[in-house]
């Protein structure tokens, strides 16, 4: 191989590590407990800690619609009133309480719920989509944590936001299945 090609190879293996950096994704996920065909699962609301308006709206929605095309068919949603924000209504905890007792009305075996943390695009000249979620799967007769899952991820700057976070929220979602 020639001098110049194997500078070229180099160099465009730096850029291609180099492009590699600018989609990055960290998740941390605990193996998810078996479910049963059967088992009710209730998508709580979603702690939106951002910025944006109605964030953990838009990560409940990805989230339960990733959820039913899993398997998950026998999922229940919380009636939240869509109009209102969790960090504006005051209370996330309060509120994640009320819903939990909800679940464990409607006869759920499970519980999903968790809270977004960054749902924006970063400032700057490309303006890339960036995504932190956490989840956390409780069983409802006990209030105990059984699975937990958080991630962050940020995209090109031709990416969208939505398209980001349901990438991450799909790979957060992988250990949980239906038996």
């Known amino acids: 191989m020639k001098v110049s090609n194997i500078k070229h190879a180099k160099l465009w293996t730096a850029l291609a590590a180099l492009g590699l950096l600018g989609a990055c994704s960290t998740v941390d996920v605990s193996s998810g407990p078996g479910f049963a065909a059967a088992d009710g699962l209730a998508v709580l609301p979603i702690a939106n800690y951002t910025e944006t308006p109605e964030a953990g709206q838009r990560v409940r929605s990805i989230t339960q619609s990733l959820l039913y095309q899993k398997g998950f068919t026998n999922l229940q ?11 504006i209504a005051g209370s996330a905890d309060r509120m994640q309480q009320q819903a939990l007792e909800w679940a464990r009305s409607s006869g759920a075996r499970y519980a999903l719920t968790g809270s977004v943390q960054e749902w924006r695009y ?56 239906v038996k």
Do not use: C
Not at 77 to 87: G, N
Not at 125 to 137: K, M, N, Q, Y
């Open 122 to 177: 970063k400032v700057g000249l490309d303006g890339e989509p960036a995504v932190g979620v956490t989840f956390h799967l409780v069983d409802v007769s006990n209030a105990a944590v059984v699975w937990s899952a958080t991630g962050s991820r940020s995209g090109w700057s031709r990416s969208s936001l939505a398209g980001v976070g349901q990438t991450l929220i799909k790979e957060m979602l992988d250990p949980l299945s």
């Open 77 to 87: 949603s919380y009636p939240q009133d869509e109009t209102t924000d969790l960090l």
